[in-house]
Every structure is written in structure tokens, then in C-alpha cells.
């Protein structure tokens, strides 16, 4: 079965700092996507970067970059030159090939001033 | 717009009394999923539908009912809520075919069940 793991339910960094928020996944699919979603204190789920699995550069969006070690199954969100905006819920999550979403269980991520 | 609609936003309501919580979206999305979310617990998924007349349990389906008689829609129904289903739930919907497309979400509807 999928399954997402995201070992750091809170975060702390300063702002303008950069920060790694870790994903890593299971499964035996070998055709699959990798999302980010961040989730403001508002509550709105927002869509933030993918990656699929045959991509053979690390996805990049704006401040959003995602570190993809496939052999590792790891799916990093890193998000440069922080900002106190960021401060949210992060999910990560999982589709293989034309099936259900996965969703790991979320990392809070505090920006200090 | 491209959007996924959920109705209501905010409700209280009572114990037992039976309550739908629609969904729809504009998007032609085979898939469409509900989550609910509790603090400390992210996302939990209750049903979710592949296509039309296709459902699925998820992990948390006890005490809810879903339907997709059409592709747009995608209720939710809490036959007898119980103060344990007080949550924010989320609607989300989703093309099917590859693994690259991303799942688009509602914008939550509060529940609280006393």
C-alpha cells in the first residue's frame, strides 16, 4: 500500500533562511507523482509543486524546490529565503498511476522575524 | 473559474439530525475525494470516487455515506452525526488518467455536531 511519512511535525526557521521539509514514500508503482500542498492558518489547501517519477530534474517553483531522490524515495520540499507568509501546515502526498492520493501527515513550519 | 464548491461552510447542528454536505466541481474530474482534518491528525480520507457510480471507502468511512450519481457531484451525508464527526472537511476532485495530475481542493466546510 502507498504510504507517506513526514517525520518533523514542526518546523522553526528564521526568515531569509532557507528550509528542508522531508518527505519520503512507499511504493512499488514505478510510475507515480509527488505533490507539495501548503495549508495557511486560513485553511485553504494551496498546490505548490510535482514531481513524477521518470522526471530527471528536481521540479523548481519560484522560492519551491523539490529534492527528489528517487532510490532514497525521498521527495524534500525546500523553500528558499523564508518568509513570515510561509508559516503553514505543509503536506506532502503520493498518486501513482491513475489511482488514489496519499497524504502524509503534514509538518507545521513557523517563520521567526 | 475552475473551482470546487462545498456547501455549507459552517454549520452546527445537533446530534442525530441527518445532514449533506454537497460538493461539486466544474472541472470534469473523474476523481473526487472527501477528507476530513482534526488537529494533529492532517488529512484523513473518508470516501473517494474514481468515476461515476465508483466508490471507495477510505480510512476513516464509519458514520458517512457518499454518493456520484453524476460526475460533478459528490456529496457527503452524516445519516445520524455524533460529536466525534465535529471537523473540517474538505472536497477535492482530480483528473485520473497519469500520475501528474494535481488534486484540486474546496475550501473546507466547518462541522460541529453538540
Known amino acids: 500500500a502507498q504510504k507517506i511519512t513526514q517525520t518533523q511535525p514542526g518546523m522553526f526557521v528564521q526568515e531569509k533562511e532557507a528550509v528542508t521539509l522531508d518527505c519520503t514514500y512507499d511504493t512499488s508503482d514505478p510510475s507515480y507523482g509527488l505533490f507539495w500542498y501548503k495549508q495557511p492558518s486560513s485553511g485553504e489547501m494551496i498546490f505548490l509543486i510535482y514531481q513524477g517519477s521518470y522526471d530527471q530534474q528536481n521540479a523548481t517553483e519560484g522560492r519551491y524546490s523539490l529534492n527528489f531522490q528517487k532510490a532514497r524515495k525521498s521527495a524534500n520540499l525546500v523553500i528558499s529565503a523564508s518568509q513570515l507568509g510561509d508559516s503553514a501546515m505543509y503536506f506532502c502526498?503520493?498518486?501513482?498511476?491513475?489511482?488514489?492520493?496519499?497524504f502524509g501527515p503534514g509538518t507545521r513550519l513557523s517563520v521567526l522575524p | 473559474e475552475a473551482q470546487v464548491t462545498q456547501n455549507p461552510r459552517y454549520l452546527i447542528t445537533v446530534t442525530g439530525k441527518k445532514l449533506t454536505v454537497t460538493c461539486s466541481q466544474n472541472?470534469?474530474?473523474?476523481?473526487m475525494s472527501w477528507y476530513r482534518q482534526d488537529p494533529g491528525l492532517g488529512l484523513r480520507q473518508i470516501y473517494y470516487s474514481m468515476n461515476v457510480e465508483v466508490t471507495d471507502k477510505g480510512d476513516v468511512p464509519e458514520g458517512y455515506k457518499v454518493s456520484r450519481k453524476e460526475k460533478r457531484n459528490f456529496p457527503l451525508i452524516l445519516e445520524s452525526p455524533s460529536p466525534n464527526q465535529t471537523s473540517l472537511y474538505f472536497c477535492?476532485?482530480?483528473?485520473?488518467?497519469?500520475?501528474?495530475?494535481?488534486?484540486?481542493f474546496g475550501e473546507g466546510s466547518w462541522l460541529t455536531v453538540v
Open positions: 472541472m470534469n474530474h473523474e476523481y
Open positions: 477535492a476532485s482530480s483528473r485520473v488518467g497519469g500520475s501528474g495530475n494535481t488534486i484540486y
Open positions: 502526498a503520493m498518486r501513482e498511476y491513475g489511482q488514489n492520493f496519499v
